[in-house]
């Protein structure tokens, strides 16, 4: 009863600021968790990883050369494994269908490379060691370049490979006569 009035208001204004102060720092923290989430992933490797052994690359596993190329999934989707090495990629063309879904899985069997389709989302990096996993699908037939985007040593300017996009019913017209695909048959 006998508490100041003034005394209370001098606490509640103390108080909100506390408040305030509190709240920005919560919005900062949680701004700064995106940001940090976001970049991580942007220049990670993706979470699960999968690891390849670049020395046998050639000789066993997913990667050795009859492997390499475009394949048909039993659930229609779409898998291209390809390889970078100074200075080319392995196939140099990369055949798909329209309309499809796309996984793309590569590696580099020597040192990074990047591995870049222009005009779409595909964007990565190769790294000896892993498997770089990308996802795309294309809606109209057409040629689009695929330049190392990763400085890789003198030959990098010249490291260039492409995509072939074709019509869905030719390639798989293609597909039911061979297992693995690229632009040269
Ligand atoms: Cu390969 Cu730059």
């Known amino acids: 009863?006998?508490?100041?009035?003034?005394?209370?208001?001098?606490?509640?204004?103390?108080?909100?600021?506390?408040?305030?102060?509190?709240?920005?720092?919560?919005?900062?923290?949680?701004?700064?968790?995106?940001?940090?989430?976001?970049?991580?992933?942007?220049?990670?490797?993706?979470?699960?990883?999968?690891?390849?052994?670049?020395?046998?690359?050639?000789?066993?596993?997913?990667?050795?050369?009859?492997?390499?190329?475009?394949?048909?999934?039993?659930?229609?989707?779409?898998?291209?494994?390809?390889?970078?090495?100074?200075?080319?990629?392995?196939?140099?063309?990369?055949?798909?269908?329209?309309?499809?879904?796309?996984?793309?899985?590569?590696?580099?069997a020597d040192v990074i490379h990047g591995l870049l389709i222009q005009g779409t989302t595909v964007n990565t990096m190769l790294v000896p060691g892993y498997i770089s996993v990308q996802n795309a699908r294309f809606h109209k037939p057409g040629e689009y370049l695929m330049p190392c985007q990763e400085y890789c040593s003198f030959g990098h300017e010249g490291m260039w490979g492409k995509v072939k996009v074709i019509d869905k019913a030719e390639f798989m017209a293609m597909a039911s006569k061979q297992e693995r695909l690229s632009c040269v048959k």
């Open 1 to 108: 009863m006998s508490e100041h009035p003034t005394y209370h208001a001098a606490t509640a204004i103390r108080a909100e600021k506390n408040w305030a102060t509190i709240a920005v720092l919560i919005i900062a923290f949680l701004a700064g968790m995106a940001a940090f989430a976001g970049i991580h992933q942007a220049t990670m490797p993706q979470a699960r990883v999968e690891t390849t052994d670049p020395t046998t690359l050639h000789l066993s596993g997913e990667f050795v050369e009859s492997n390499l190329g475009t394949a048909l999934e039993p659930d229609g989707s779409v898998t291209v494994r390809a390889i970078g090495q100074q200075y080319s990629f392995t196939p140099q063309c990369i055949l798909v269908p329209t309309d499809t879904a796309i996984n793309i899985r590569a590696t580099s």
